[in-house]
């Protein structure tokens, strides 16, 4: 019986060269790149090949007859290398003429896939692909260069009609206009024109040569048809290009990122499991198909760390391995800038949303939004659920709030309750922290994966708005930065809630603990927090300390804590914190409260406003010159200031009219009136004066301010 069943494959292998009707079909793409052209053969079981050399070029030759499949093969590459292909004529390997100074290399990509570089230069020694059919060493291809194509080029000079004369140009005027239709052609001729020019097929100049009278006659009418060469036909702007990168490299194609056809909605995900127990075959070998399946599978019901796992264990040389990591990374919530999704947002298809999800932060410019939406919407709604938030909150991040809004209605689909944490994210990013609040406590106590996310929002609506969290909140976030230690969001929302808590040391402390991205981005907010709502003794603590260094934080916030401390005595670590070219006015502030009163005048010497000759008036006061001080202050609303003045120079006559009441009587009492009556009169006037002058005192008294004894 054997026997029998070797003849039966002889025949079957005899019959399949004889009948070119069972031809492999074999799939060929090029690629250009700076140093060498890419020749992609791709068939199912494409094995047994040997690149022999020809005259003009190489020769691929198979072991069985083959279809070859060269419709796209000069679709975006040029002819300066490959300037032809063509099946052999036993239909049993490629032709490939070449027009270079070059040589072939071939090798095996992988199992159905034949790679041939032609790499400019000439081979390198003892290169096997440089022998002919004989075995023999073939000459090199130097004499090609006389015999490879020109590039197309039309002179327009040489099929011009004569000219004799300059066209005048038309006259304005309705009658001269050109009509609707010369318009037409005019607008479609140019745009043609503009297409030939950005592929390269047509050459702009910025003057045409001048026309020379032809010897012989001119055709009466000339056709240009660009789209009728060899090579050329495949860049119509009807037919559709081929899907590339920012970088010009290809697209992941959608069928190997397909996620929303690896999965079932309508079964049980245990029962799915469940199906993808027998991929491992005897050794405990896996089978490549039903490996593939598990994989996939694993990926659409969202377990990204299984799937990592399932890889690394079984399938690391399958073709698709760090594609499945990228998608696993993703579903887990993180990111991976350098994985196989890099550059990919302007993708078509479901490879921009992968690249999107994997990215730390977008730019919508450089975002295929329709298609992110596209691919996001296919996917199953549990999935939808899970990578929303985080996704919405990039767009949300870059500005792109209509993009945000979409995913949402996109997550909602199926899911009412689906979008609370979505919600409170985009009024968090409109500036409606209250709003945001509400939303953010409400995905709060639903529970589920979206807590720690929710916390985190809840967190970032009290920083919008300056408010104090409650202890409980506090403990919270404490809790969940322990569970996922490397979730960065909570990294960050933990800091803050010690900030509101007026926790600094706790806060500063944290910072140190805090990943290097996660503390760069959070130090200038507690630093805003401490100068804005912190209490006096942490503006102390922190701020006089980091005043020999000062960290990195926002002009408003250094200008905040300069005020704080300059204001409870600190002006030498203010003036730090301002620095030499701070706000002048501050400055001055902080030098006077050092007690440099003279530094302080030369500073704010010509500078305009109120605020600048109070400060002025203040140093003049430490200078001695409370007279002066009051004129400056005239001139302000700082009627209080003025009166302290007026009282330090001693101006009565000021006070006694425009004074405070109580200074008012008090000064009157200054100039006695004089006494013409007997002793006795004069001593009852003496005696009533002097009980005004009592009651004046008593009264200045106690209008004046009084302050706490120190403890």
């Keep these: 019986m054997r026997w029998l069943f070797g003849v039966f494959l002889f025949s079957a292998a005899l019959f399949g060269q004889l009948n070119p009707t069972l031809a492999q079909q074999v799939t060929v793409t090029t690629g250009d790149h700076p140093t060498f052209t890419r020749v992609v053969l791709e068939a199912q079981g494409l094995t047994g090949w040997r690149l022999v050399r020809l005259g003009d070029g190489y020769a691929l030759r198979l072991r069985r007859p083959a279809s070859f499949d060269l419709d796209t093969a000069f679709r975006v590459i040029t002819r300066d290398r490959l300037t032809s292909l063509s099946a052999l004529e036993d239909g049993r390997g490629l032709r490939l003429t070449l027009g270079c100074t070059c040589h072939a290399v071939g090798f095996d990509y992988r199992p159905g896939i034949v790679v041939i570089d032609l790499r400019d230069g000439p081979p390198p020694k003892g290169s096997s692909f440089e022998l002919t059919d004989a075995g023999d060493q073939a000459p090199p291809l130097l004499q090609n260069n006389a015999t490879a194509q020109a590039p197309l080029v039309w002179n327009w000079a040489e099929h011009a009609l004569p000219q004799t004369a300059p066209i005048p140009a038309p006259q304005v005027g309705a009658s001269r206009l050109p009509d609707q239709k010369t318009l037409v052609l005019r607008e479609a001729l140019l745009q043609q024109f503009a297409d030939g020019a950005s592929r390269g097929l047509v050459d702009p100049v910025t003057q045409l040569p001048t026309p020379q009278k032809p010897d012989g006659a001119?055709?009466?009418?000339?056709?240009i048809g660009l789209l009728a060469l060899p090579g050329v036909a495949g860049l119509s702007p009807q037919q559709t290009r081929p899907t590339l990168t920012a970088t010009g490299a290809d697209c992941i194609a959608p069928a190997q990122i397909n996620l929303p056809d690896w999965g079932n909605p309508d079964r049980p995900a245990a029962t799915q499991l469940k199906d993808l127990s027998g991929f491992l075959g005897e050794f405990d070998r896996a089978d490549p198909e039903a490996l593939t399946v598990a994989v996939r599978r694993h990926l659409w019901l969202g377990f990204g760390l299984e799937t990592v796992a399932l890889v690394n264990a079984f399938g690391t040389d399958a073709a698709d391995a760090d594609l499945w990591r990228g998608?696993?990374?993703?579903?887990?919530g993180g990111t991976d800038p350098d994985g196989p999704f890099a550059g990919m947002t302007m993708c078509a298809g479901p490879a921009a949303l992968w690249a999107a999800m994997t990215q730390p932060r977008l730019s919508p410019p450089e975002v295929n939004t329709q298609a992110v939406l596209r691919s996001f919407s296919a996917l199953p709604s549990h999935l939808r659920r899970s990578l929303g938030p985080a996704l919405t909150e990039k767009f949300l991040q870059a500005g792109d709030q209509a993009t945000a809004q979409s995913l949402r209605d996109a997550m909602l689909r199926g899911d009412p309750t689906a979008g609370a944490l979505v919600d409170a994210q985009i009024a968090l990013h409109s500036d409606r922290p209250a709003q945001a609040e509400t939303k953010a406590r409400a995905a709060l106590s639903a529970g589920g994966p979206d807590s720690a996310a929710a916390l985190v929002t809840l967190i970032e609506a009290r920083f919008q708005a300056r408010?104090?969290?409650?202890?409980?909140?506090?403990?919270?976030?404490?809790?969940?930065?322990?569970?996922?230690?490397?979730?960065?969001?909570?990294?960050?929302?933990?800091?803050?809630?010690?900030?509101?808590?007026?926790?600094?040391?706790?806060?500063?402390?944290?910072?140190?603990t805090a990943p290097d991205g996660v503390a760069n981005r959070t130090a200038p907010d507690v630093w805003a927090i401490l100068a804005e709502v912190g209490p006096d003794s942490a503006v102390i603590t922190h701020g006089v300390l980091a005043a020999s260094a000062p960290p990195a934080t926002t002009a408003a916030t250094r200008l905040n804590l300069a005020k704080r401390l300059t204001h409870l005595g600190f002006g030498a670590a203010a003036q730090v914190w301002l620095g030499p070219d701070g706000d002048t006015v501050a400055l001055a502030t902080a030098e006077l409260a050092d007690g440099k009163a003279r530094a302080a005048l030369t500073r704010l010497a010509g500078h305009p406003g109120a605020e600048a000759a109070a400060i002025r008036a203040q140093a003049l006061l430490a200078l001695g010159d409370p007279a002066t001080a009051a004129t400056l202050l005239a001139d302000t609303d700082k009627a209080a200031q003025e009166t302290s003045a007026r009282i330090l120079s001693r101006d009565w006559a000021f006070l006694q009219q425009n004074g405070p009441p109580s200074w008012q009587s008090a000064t009157a009492e200054l100039q006695p009136t004089p006494q013409s009556g007997g002793p006795l009169t004069n001593g009852r006037a003496i005696l009533t004066q002097s009980a005004a002058t009592r009651a004046a005192m008593a009264a200045l008294l106690e209008s004046a301010p009084t302050q706490d004894p120190k403890p």
């Design 467 to 512: 408010k104090p969290l409650s202890p409980a909140d506090v403990t919270a976030a404490a809790a969940m930065r322990r569970e996922q230690p490397d979730n960065p969001g909570l990294a960050r929302a933990t800091v803050l809630a010690l900030a509101l808590s007026d926790a600094f040391d706790a806060a500063f402390a944290e910072l140190k």
């Design 327 to 332: 998608m696993a990374r993703a579903v887990d």
């Design 218 to 223: 001119v055709p009466r009418a000339t056709r």
